[in-house]
């Protein structure tokens, strides 16, 4: 594809709502990223993809949050009983290869989806 | 201080004037990379530097890397309004990981 696709680009939801964020990597991209950013400050890393399988786990704030990726391809980001402290800039990236564990490729970032848990 | 921290946290310079940002880091890396986000949203690869390499540059951009310091330094030469924008420097750590510092927001004055 042209680039890193995430959708939707602003959701706004109530606390204890449960949310979806969709990311479509580049094509041909084995590895998948996703990082939150809060507003001013840097990313903070989630977890990452290599092919299915989510080799680091590490950076998943919560049992809240988790992750999937099917066929390869296609991501989502689940966040249940979503709380305020999860507002946020969600941001996703692939890249073509990457190394054991967390990759050293240039990664390609998504637009990033805007969540606001009022 | 963390992995990856970007100094200075802001800087305003005249526009065609040179800007340099800086990087410090810990733990020992596989490259160091530079980003560049516009609005708070996707973050934009600038340039790559290898752990083995000293210097590297791309257009008005120029990255240089020392790994017995730990650090790095982003410079942007002749600077436009267009470059105004944060700036994040991410290693790649040999352990395996990407970490993101907090970033320099970068503004050029007309």
Request: net charge positive.
């Amino acid at each position: 594809g042209a680039g890193v696709s995430q959708s939707p680009s602003n959701k706004v939801t109530e606390k204890g709502k449960d949310v979806e964020l969709r990311c479509d990597p580049i094509s041909g991209h084995t590895a998948l990223y996703w990082y939150r950013q809060s507003l001013g400050q840097g990313l903070e890393f989630l977890i990452y993809f290599q092919g299915n399988s989510a080799p680091d786990k590490s950076g998943l704030p919560s049992d809240r949050f988790s992750a999937e990726r099917t066929g390869g391809s296609v991501s989502t980001l689940t966040i249940q009983r979503t709380q305020q402290e999860d507002s946020a800039v969600y941001l996703c990236a692939s890249s073509f290869w990457t190394t054991k564990r967390g990759g050293s490729d240039t990664q390609y970032f998504g637009p990033g989806t805007r969540l606001t848990v009022l | 201080s963390q992995q990856g921290e970007e100094d200075p946290q802001a800087l305003s310079i005249q526009e065609g004037e040179n800007a340099t940002m800086n990087c410090s880091y810990k733990t020992s890396i596989n490259n160091l990379q530079w980003y560049r986000q516009n609005s708070g949203r996707g973050l934009v690869h600038l340039i790559l530097i290898r752990s083995n390499e000293r210097e590297k540059h791309s257009g008005r951009l120029r990255v240089t890397l020392d790994t017995s310091k730990k650090s790095s330094s982003l410079l942007i030469t002749a600077s436009r309004a267009a470059d105004t924008a944060s700036y994040f420097c991410a290693t790649a750590t040999t352990d395996d990981k990407i970490i993101f510092g907090k970033g320099t927001r970068l503004h050029i004055l007309p």
